[in-house]
């Protein structure tokens, strides 16, 4: 499949923030793919966001990857317990990425609930279905995605990739969302006025 390249992520992040909504987000994994649909997203801009962990501009181990050419990947831990996806975006030196916060699945799907909550599809309860990968936590638990990640390149043929289509695994074409809904992000009140900054992308999911 055609991978996003690194022109896609040297641009401004909240545009590819809301860019990422629609997209798929696929994960090769012991000899099978894993692929789903982005729903929700957030931009991280470390010069000015005091949301960013890089902000303003500091660079330490742990924020090293930020500061990567566009198109690597930043996993860090929340809690010690929950992994989170992160795409890094803009020139190289500006800590800048977009957390990936929800997708749906669009092939693997017994393996990602197998890797999620230990069962198949088929055997989960309503409230499984629907919590399945709504959360950066969620959905790297069910990719698999760990810090083994961090410090990767989506654009360099690694097991991590963003495509706009999955149609060369013949599954059928997607329209767009017809509507993606802006907000502020979520659970970052600590960031002052970063806050309020409407940089939290999500359409509607089916």
């Known amino acids: 499949m055609t991978r996003l390249n690194q ?12 860019e990422l909504v629609g997209k798929y987000l696929v ?3 012991e000899g099978e793919t894993l692929a789903c649909r982005i729903t929700e997203t957030e931009a991280y801009r470390g010069p000015v966001d005091k949301a960013c962990h890089a902000y303003p501009n500091r660079r330490t181990r742990r924020t090293e990857p930020l500061f990567a050419a566009p198109g690597h990947v930043y996993v860090y831990l929340i809690y010690g317990l929950h992994h989170c996806l992160n795409l890094v975006t803009e020139p190289e030196g500006t800590p800048c990425a977009v957390l990936i916060r929800g997708a749906v699945p669009r092939l693997g799907t017994d393996r990602i609930c197998q890797l999620r909550f230990g069962k198949t599809y088929s055997a989960l309860s309503a409230a499984q279905r629907r919590n399945l990968l709504n959360g950066p936590g969620k959905l790297c638990k069910g990719l698999d995605i760990t810090r083994k990640e961090n410090g990767s390149d989506l654009t360099a043929g690694g097991s991590l990739y963003v495509t706009d289509s999955l149609a060369e695994l013949h599954l059928p074409e997607e329209v767009q969302p017809e509507q993606i809904h802006v907000g502020k992000r979520i659970g970052i009140d600590y960031a002052e006025e970063a806050a309020d900054f409407p940089w939290r992308f999500w359409c509607e999911t089916d």
Not at 7 to 18: G, K
Request: no cysteine; proline share 0%.
């Open 7 to 18: 022109d896609f992520f040297d641009r401004d992040t909240v545009t590819v923030a809301r």
């Open 27 to 29: 994960r090769l994994r």
